[in-house]
């Protein structure tokens, strides 16, 4: 199966004109045959957590965001191309850091909502850069649901997700043949762009490698509003071995071909499902 990470470099100043650019990446992506692509966190606008805002309106539009999604869906579709899509969710409850997961008939199956919150509510004084995602997002509430989008079962995190190795586990028990992962890292104070990849892969090859799942990360690159991303969007196999690495700090379509009967006998060798003790793992302090 031909999978994809796309690629984003910094958003263009509306969503409209940064969902003209996904189109072109899924255009790119649909013309090679892919069967599966993932885009990167908050993909339609600019990483805005990481500044005080009085207004959201521009980022978290629904009508806005709800033309986007459904144009790129479409397109998609007209390859037989499955799509991740995430974008900053507002409903009634609130504002979620989710992801829309999209079959290869381009309808739009589930989401995602970021479960794990990072940084502060408001900004550190003496730090340049500081991320305020509490400031603006709830909790995810809808777990580590697993999506059947035609051709694969696809689970998926979002940035902060990653570090954490009980969300690959929940994913893999619920199903997942393959995980996305989509982030938007700043390098920051204090480390490096080298320093930041690293970490990166190191937790998601991991994830991949301790559930014997294949991961497609897709992240945002190059430099938005004074802050350095990462980017370097990869595919990392049910070993944990990278297939596929960005080789650029802008819009880029990161190819990388899986086998899932390979994973499946991965996946009998290690014994996972046989040999977990989920009862004896500690999941909270004693009382």
């Not at 970490?199 to 990360?217: D, K, M, P, Q």
């Amino acid at each position: 199966m031909l999978v994809a990470a796309l690629q984003l470099g910094p958003a263009a100043p509306t969503i409209t004109e940064t969902a003209d650019r996904i189109l072109a990446l899924v255009e790119k992506a649909g013309a090679a045959g892919v069967t599966l692509a993932v885009l990167p966190e908050l993909a339609l606008t600019p990483y805005f957590a990481a500044e005080v805002h009085e207004d959201l309106t521009p980022f978290v539009n629904p009508e806005e965001n709800q033309t986007a999604i459904d144009a790129i869906a479409a397109r998609a579709a007209q390859f037989g191309m499955a799509l991740v899509l995430p974008f900053a969710e507002q409903n009634n409850a609130g504002l979620y850091n989710s992801m829309s997961f999209i079959d290869n008939k381009g309808s739009r199956v589930g989401t995602f909502r970021k479960m794990h919150i990072p940084g502060q509510v408001d900004p550190k004084a003496d730090a340049p850069i500081t991320i305020l995602e509490k400031r603006y997002f709830l909790p995810g509430d809808l777990g580590f649901a697993v999506h059947d989008l035609g051709a694969v079962k696809v689970g998926g995190l979002i940035c902060y997700d990653r570090r954490f190795p009980e969300s690959y586990r929940s994913l893999s028990i619920n199903g997942a043949e393959v995980i996305a992962v989509a982030y938007n890292t700043p390098v920051m104070p204090g480390g490096t762009l080298g320093q930041a990849r690293k970490a990166s892969e190191l937790a998601i090859s991991a994830g991949a490698y301790f559930t014997g799942t294949a991961v497609i990360a897709a992240g945002k690159a190059g430099k938005e509003n004074g802050v350095r991303y990462i980017g370097r969007s990869f595919v990392v196999g049910s070993d944990g071995s990278i297939l596929a690495r960005a080789k650029t700090n802008h819009d880029e379509m990161i190819l990388a071909e899986l086998n899932l009967d390979r994973q499946v006998k991965i996946r009998e060798r290690w014994a996972f499902a046989t040999n977990r003790r989920p009862d004896e793992y500690v999941m909270r302090e004693p009382a």
